[in-house]
């Protein structure tokens, strides 16, 4: 422990090789995080001089969302070139001070792999799209058109419309699960993965320690291009794309979710083992099968670290018997053996005190539900804060996505506004200047410096449960004897050790009872608003309180 910061050092971040299990993981959209040039637009040393603030909140480890060099047309998500940094962010050894920061600050550094697809603009794409013999030709997924000229099959956009674009070039189209900007690699070649891996490398031996992939199980396609079946209506869902989308319409068993992926990701795997200590977390784009696949992609050592898929990103506010659920499944589906992830929220859906509806009350419950279930977990900057989602007019958007389904659907820019940090100060000290989006009145009134004082707020609560969770190696890293749901309380106990961690939380606004686990147990976690066992043997939480028990 650093006597003068208070926190561990770079020495220490080398021991704990499992680290990641288990860890929080501090999630920054760096636009939005902190601007240090005065160009209205957050940067590397913004996250520089931010970095005691997330290590005040006692995480493991930030992720940063792409910062590398890129037209940003999906705001970073459509790289062209992935060992940059764009200027807008800063440069190489701005990423440098940031990674170094980090470390003497004892937090690890993950960042966002954008693997799937390019920016159009890349040069790999320039090359590939400028005739069908060139030496990149085969590194994106071309094909030609069906005899009508309509495209080769059925497959569809998740940002809308059809996933195949003209091109006049090589008179051919090229497959695109998102923007038409952000043309899809093709995967089958063998050039195209050790590209990638190259990349990776890069930032391995820069001292990341770890990656954030996205859209994992978007990088293979069937190499046939088989027409998606269409998905029975009583299987849609809005967890993945809204409602209005329809690419809700597809199973899309075609298009993504491939087995040849499992190759790819073993050799990732083996590359990550080379600098012992890295770790990587997977996101797993599918509404109807994520679970299964983020099962399949952590079990054992062969393939990726921990994954997340969208059960708890959902637009619904879980239940005690949703909790159940969907910890019944994760416990089917990984057997033991593979690794989860949980995230309420993140830069491409709604903040979840808003999508759920949540009161102060109801936010704290969840957020220390979140650090008692078995797993790792993220957290997205300003969530600490309490932060709602934002209100913007459709003048004010940015993202591409918003302004295709407006107003049914208004993107994503709404969960990405600028961090604040100072009521008094002009755009709650993120910027001097204008900020790309605009900060709120009620997002100003939640600022770190009106936080900081008060013992009670958000942010405090943060604090104090992710500390909790840090001092019970039983909730990091122990196992679960099944999560349950006696009306509308979540319960379950974890063990490690030898030690025993019982969890109830009522997650109403109703006062609720239960039964006393049988056993010798001592209360603790006062400072989460623990309830005390009541002489009956009956737990009695008042509204959205937690009860917390040990027994060692």
């Known amino acids: 422990m650093n006597a003068e910061t208070g926190t561990m050092g770079a020495g220490q971040l080398a021991g704990d090789l499992d680290w990641w299990r288990g860890a929080?993981?501090?999630?920054?959209?760096?636009?939005?995080?902190?601007?240090?040039?005065?160009?209205?637009?957050?940067?590397?040393?913004?996250?520089?001089?931010?970095?005691?603030?997330?290590?005040?909140?006692?995480?493991?480890?930030?992720?940063?969302?792409?910062?590398?060099?890129?037209?940003?047309?999906?705001?970073?998500?459509?790289?062209?070139?992935?060992?940059?940094?764009?200027?807008?962010?800063?440069?190489?050894?701005?990423?440098?001070?940031?990674?170094?920061?980090?470390?003497?600050?004892g937090l690890r550094v993950m960042i966002d792999l954008v693997l799937s697809h390019t920016s159009i603009e890349h040069p790999w794409f320039t090359e590939s799209r400028a005739s069908r013999d060139n030496k990149r030709a085969d590194w994106y997924v071309w094909a030609d058109a069906k005899e009508d000229g309509t495209p080769p099959n059925n497959w569809l956009s998740l940002f809308g419309g059809s996933a195949w674009q003209w091109d006049t070039r090589r008179e051919q189209y090229y497959l695109h699960n998102f923007l038409s900007e952000q043309p899809d690699l093709n995967f089958h070649a063998p050039a195209v993965q050790e590209a990638l891996l190259a990349a990776t490398r890069f930032w391995l031996d820069r001292g990341v320690d770890g990656f954030r992939l996205d859209t994992i199980n978007f990088y293979f396609c069937d190499k046939d291009l088989r027409d998606n079946p269409v998905l029975p209506a009583d299987k849609r869902n809005a967890t993945l794309a809204p409602r209005v989308n329809p690419y809700n319409y597809q199973d899309h068993i075609y298009s993504k979710n491939r087995v040849e992926n499992f190759g790819f990701l073993r050799r990732f795997r083996a590359l990550l083992d080379e600098y012992p200590g890295s770790a990587c977390v997977g996101e797993v784009g599918d509404a109807q099968r994520g679970m299964e696949i983020m099962a399949a992609y952590t079990k054992g050592d062969d393939f990726v670290h921990m994954c997340y898929a969208f059960e708890l990103l959902a637009p619904d506010r879980p239940s005690a018997a949703r909790v159940a659920e969907i910890f019944a499944t994760a416990d089917a589906e990984l057997a033991g053996e593979g690794w989860a992830c949980w995230a309420f929220s993140n830069h491409d859906v709604a903040r979840h005190v808003t999508r759920w509806q949540l009161t102060p009350a109801a936010h704290r419950a969840y957020m220390t539900l979140?650090?008692?279930?078995?797993?790792?977990?993220?957290?997205?900057?300003?969530?600490?804060?309490?932060?709602?989602?934002?209100?913007?007019?459709?003048?004010?958007?940015?993202?591409?996505?918003?302004?295709?389904?407006?107003?049914?659907?208004?993107?994503?820019?709404?969960?990405?506004?600028?961090?604040?940090?100072?009521?008094?100060?002009?755009?709650?000290?993120?910027?001097?200047?204008?900020?790309?989006?605009?900060?709120?009145?009620?997002?100003?009134?939640?600022?770190?410096?009106?936080?900081?004082?008060?013992?009670?707020?958000?942010?405090?609560?943060?604090?104090?449960?992710?500390?909790?969770?840090?001092?019970?190696?039983?909730?990091?890293?122990?196992?679960?004897?099944?999560?349950?749901?006696?009306?509308?309380?979540?319960?379950?106990?974890?063990?490690?050790?030898?030690?025993?961690?019982?969890?109830?939380?009522?997650?109403?606004?109703?006062?609720?009872?239960?039964?006393?686990?049988?056993?010798?147990?001592?209360?603790?976690?006062?400072?989460?608003?623990?309830?005390?066992?009541?002489a009956d043997g009956r737990l009695h939480l008042g509204p959205w309180q937690p009860c917390l028990l040990m027994r060692q």
């Open 24 to 105: 929080v993981i501090y999630q920054i959209y760096p636009r939005s995080y902190q601007d240090s040039n005065g160009d209205g637009v957050g940067d590397l040393l913004g996250i520089v001089n931010r970095l005691p603030h997330i290590a005040s909140l006692g995480v493991d480890a930030i992720w940063i969302s792409p910062f590398y060099t890129s037209p940003m047309r999906d705001f970073g998500y459509d790289v062209s070139d992935f060992c940059d940094v764009d200027p807008m962010f800063g440069s190489i050894a701005d990423f440098d001070a940031v990674v170094s920061t980090a470390h003497r600050w």
């Open 370 to 534: 979140l650090m008692c279930l078995k797993g790792s977990a993220c957290l997205y900057q300003g969530e600490e804060l309490g932060l709602p989602e934002a209100e913007l007019h459709f003048d004010d958007l940015q993202d591409p996505y918003g302004k295709e389904f407006w107003p049914e659907y208004k993107g994503r820019d709404g969960a990405r506004t600028p961090m604040v940090w100072d009521a008094q100060a002009p755009n709650a000290g993120f910027t001097t200047a204008r900020p790309w989006l605009p900060v709120t009145h009620e997002h100003q009134m939640r600022a770190v410096s009106e936080q900081e004082g008060d013992p009670a707020s958000i942010l405090h609560h943060y604090r104090r449960a992710i500390a909790f969770r840090h001092a019970q190696p039983a909730l990091r890293r122990g196992e679960h004897d099944g999560v349950k749901a006696t009306g509308d309380v979540v319960h379950f106990i974890r063990r490690h050790e030898g030690d025993e961690i019982f969890v109830a939380v009522n997650l109403s606004g109703d006062p609720a009872a239960l039964d006393m686990p049988a056993g010798d147990w001592h209360h603790i976690g006062t400072e989460l608003g623990s309830a005390m066992p009541s």
